[in-house]
């Protein structure tokens, strides 16, 4: 059968679209419009298979071919080094909770958590189940909006793994270096940031990311694992649940999710297109410096994150009054702005500003709230 092949060409411009919106919300998130048109010319018969990916055996060779394209895409833009395993897998960032420490702890007792915010709250919470976790926060700091100073931090000698959250989601913190743990294996969820920015892999033990933000569409979860940590599960965890079944099975002991794993394929083509993690965190710091900046400037809006520790991901922020919280999230709507009202937990507005979010989206958000100040303030 004739391939009829597309590729990742220059979006059609709003207008043709006059009804598309900037999503700002924290997850499910924008994709590059040019992926979703490469996905719809693709979505009825892909390369001449005859189907859409979504009908296809993920044992097929059709399949194989993107899952191997996908995995070299990944390990390329990331220089994942050969050592490392990468696992396309399913449960969600939150099914990584309770998997770190079943399969990490071979034995040891206690593991090591920074808590910066809701997410490594709940991942440690998860991982008590398991083991005695030594927390290590700011005291002082109840809203957890900064991360504790390494003079601070007292790591446990025995502990298993170190493990953070590089970007908590919610509340807007990021740590601002690579934690320096010596030899302990460190595990990091970057499930709102991977793909934002270059960083050496090979400092980490574990990485893992949903891949709802930066990626693709949900559904699915990547892990990233040095080779030495796996084969150390006790046996009777759940085979779902066991890394080195995962990676002996090449992500396929079951039923992968094939569809979030082809759309994150064209995803990482785009990210390589557009000059890698390098642009990419040209443009989150663009995006993100143009909002803290109108934030900064101005006394109708405020962001509580010390500067050495806001996200450029997500950008929290209160309005002069929770009163206009309803008034700002249905305006901006009407301005094609939408899904910025806060976490439930923290209120107020936030701006999630990932890889596929155009500068021009950020451009209309800040003239926007502006103009909500002017008539507001
Ligand atoms: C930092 C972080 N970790 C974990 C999760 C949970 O992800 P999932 O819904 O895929 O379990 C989220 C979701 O937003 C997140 O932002």
């Known amino acids: 059968m004739k391939q009829k092949v597309y590729t990742l060409k220059a979006v059609d411009s709003k207008e043709s679209y006059p009804g598309l919106v900037y999503n700002f919300g924290a997850g499910p998130a924008m994709l590059p419009r040019e992926v979703m048109q490469l996905a719809r010319a693709e979505f009825l018969d892909w390369h001449g298979a005859g189907m859409s990916v979504m009908e296809m055996s993920h044992r097929s060779d059709e399949f194989m071919s993107i ?5 070299a895409d990944f390990r390329e833009i990331l220089a994942i080094p050969d050592n490392y395993k990468v ?23 206690t593991a090591d958590y920074f808590h910066t915010g809701l997410w490594s709250g709940k991942a440690l919470k998860e991982a008590e189940r ?26 446990d000698p025995d502990a298993a793994y170190v493990y953070y959250t590089d970007n908590e989601t919610i509340s807007g913190v990021r740590f601002p270096a690579i934690p320096d743990v010596a030899d302990v294996p460190l595990v990091t969820d970057m499930t709102s940031n991977l793909l934002s920015k270059p960083f050496d892999v090979s400092r980490y033990g574990v990485i893992f990311a949903g891949a709802q933000k930066n990626i693709g569409p949900p559904g699915l979860v990547i892990v990233i694992i040095r080779e030495d940590l796996l084969g150390h599960a006790p046996k009777h965890i759940p085979s779902m649940y066991n890394y080195t079944i995962q990676a002996k099975s090449n992500s396929m002991y079951n039923t992968p999710p094939t569809y979030s794993w082809y759309i994150s394929g064209l995803v990482l083509k785009w990210i390589k ?13 663009a995006r993100s410096d143009s909002l803290y900046q109108a ?39 009407d301005h094609g702005l939408v899904a910025l009202e806060g976490h439930r937990s923290v209120g107020g507005m936030r701006a999630s500003m990932y890889n596929a979010m155009p500068e021009e989206g950020v451009d209309t958000l800040i003239s926007f709230m502006q103009e909500f100040e002017r008539t507001n303030g």
């Open 130 to 155: 398991f083991c005695k976790v030594n927390v290590i926060t700011n005291e002082d700091n109840d809203a957890l909006l900064s991360v504790p100073e390494a003079e601070t931090w007292s790591l």
């Open 295 to 333: 934030i900064d400037k101005s006394d109708f809006y405020n962001n509580l994150v010390d500067p050495k520790y806001r996200s450029r991901m997500n950008v929290p922020f209160t309005l002069a009054g929770d009163s206009l919280n309803e008034k700002f999230a249905s305006e901006a709507k």
């Open 273 to 285: 297109g557009q000059g890698g993690l390098e642009a990419m965190e040209r443009m989150s710091h």
């Open 67 to 71: 899952a191997t394209q996908t995995e």
């Open 87 to 109: 696992l396309f897998s399913q449960g969600g960032a939150s099914s990584q909770f309770a998997m770190v420490p079943l399969n990490l702890l071979a034995g040891k007792k």
